[in-house]
């Protein structure tokens, strides 16, 4: 059992539609949790970083982080067609360690 | 530009070849996260270094090297190459915000 599962998808869209991904993992010494958005294999750039449960709010995205459940979610509201990404959660125990990747989402935002 | 640099950008050599990749942290950061993202795999984590000193070990290949030089730049090292290597390398760099920041890649082709 991989560590952080995440849905693959492709998961399609229309524009203006609120979108919800989510990741569940195992390793209840995960503390802090982040979402990147990678656009076509570049560099992966951070969106959201969240370290208590709860919720985050940023412009139109908000992260959702539930540790008894350890479950996390992204929320985008009102989608465009520029949010058409892949989009990896990414979750670390603290200290600098390493992240740990889901295997990401892709998302495709149609008009 | 997320501030850390990576060189080349994309490699295509032959199997049994040697390769260098190169990734200049952010400024001020002193660790450096090496990742390797091929198409069924994810981002998965080789190695780490922090401030010359080898931290964390992930899946890396024995024959994957890399180091981390007093300037804190990094190398990392691909020998005896073969056609499962190609794949994206990321490094990334980590600092006291715990915000890890990614560089825009090295595409290695292997033929």
């Known amino acids: 059992q991989k560590e952080v599962e995440q849905d693959p998808g492709p998961l399609s869209v229309p524009e203006g539609a609120i979108v919800s991904l989510n990741c569940t993992y195992s390793?209840?010494?995960?503390?802090?949790f982040m979402w990147y958005r990678q656009y076509s294999r570049k560099g992966p750039e951070l969106l959201m970083y969240t370290y208590s449960s709860g919720n985050k709010e940023d412009g139109r995205f908000t992260a959702q982080v539930d540790k008894s459940s350890k479950y996390i979610s992204l929320f985008i509201r009102d989608s465009q067609p520029s949010d058409s990404a892949t989009y990896l959660c990414?979750?670390?125990?603290?200290?600098?360690?390493?992240?740990?990747f889901g295997t990401g989402t892709q998302l495709k935002v149609e008009l | 530009d997320s501030g850390v640099t990576q060189t080349p950008k994309h490699l295509i050599t032959a199997t049994g070849q040697r390769v260098t990749l190169r990734c200049s942290p952010r400024s001020g950061d002193l660790s450096v996260y090496w990742y390797q993202q091929s198409l069924d795999q994810g981002l998965q984590f080789l190695i780490q270094y922090y401030n010359g000193e080898e931290r964390a070990k992930g899946n890396i290949l024995e024959r994957f090297s890399a180091q981390q030089f007093p300037d804190l730049h990094s190398e990392l090292n691909l020998s005896s190459l073969e056609l499962g290597d190609s794949a994206l390398y990321f490094c990334?760099?980590?600092?006291?915000?715990?915000?890890?920041?990614f560089g825009s890649g090295t595409r290695l082709t292997v033929v």
């Open positions: 390793n209840s010494a995960f503390q802090y």
């Open positions: 990414a979750m670390f125990t603290g200290g600098g360690n390493k992240l740990t």
């Open positions: 990334a760099s980590h600092g006291h915000d715990y915000g890890y920041t």
